[in-house]
């Protein structure tokens, strides 16, 4: 739970959705915030209108607003925001956490071996990896770097690069960790379903 001071609000865009994602969020998210159909059929267009929507709600300073994002078929833990405040009453404009598999079913026996041996992480836990799935930026920071492109593949790592070359303290950390689809086949050209496929290639 985040403290009494701390005000949320939850955008879901559901992009060109095919199964019960949009009746599923309206039930959840309620009066907590809003959800819209859109029809971008573009990642990084679709990242994009959200902040859009969130940052039109909220009428406050924007170096005083974090955005949180992840992806609707991901797990967050419960102090997912709890533990981005922290680093935002830090100082840092954006953290990039890390991401489990839910599930390996959809893929050979060995795969599930081969992805955590190959998904590196620092003793001290800092990491390389950067996800659209968990990633969180302050606002003014964001706006700075020029937002989310877009882009159908790789707008995290576009957006995560461009926060370097703006001198945006940045900050990735594996404990902060979501739990994601092991789906085969996934949206994004080239993405985390694409990049997880690949280790069930015969070597």
């Known amino acids: 739970m985040l403290p009494s001071h701390i005000t949320s609000d939850l955008i879901v865009l559901a992009d060109q959705s095919t199964d019960d994602t949009l009746s599923i969020a309206q039930e959840i998210v309620e009066e907590n915030g809003i959800v819209v159909e859109i029809e971008a059929g573009c990642v990084g ?7 859009q929507f969130a940052l039109e709600r909220y009428k406050g300073a924007r170096s005083r607003c974090w955005l949180a994002n992840t992806d609707a078929d991901c797990e967050v833990p419960v102090t997912w925001l709890q533990d981005q405040v922290v680093y935002a009453n830090a100082g840092i404009a954006a953290v990039a956490g890390i991401v489990d598999v839910d599930s390996f079913v959809e893929h050979e026996s060995f795969v599930s071996e081969r ?5 590196f992480v620092n003793a001290d836990g800092t990491h390389p990896h950067v996800h659209g799935a968990n990633l969180g ?3 003014d920071a964001y706006l700075q770097a020029g937002g989310w492109q877009n882009l159908s593949t790789a707008e995290d790592h576009d957006l995560w690069r461009r926060l370097h070359s703006g001198r945006h303290q940045r900050i990735s950390d594996a404990r902060l960790c979501v739990l994601t689809s092991g789906r085969r086949v996934g949206r994004a050209p080239l993405g985390f379903a694409d990049a997880l496929a690949a280790h069930n290639v015969t070597r």
């Open 45 to 51: 267009t679709a990242r994009a209108l959200g902040v």
């Open 115 to 119: 992805f955590r041996l190959s998904y």
């Open 137 to 139: 930026v302050r606002a």
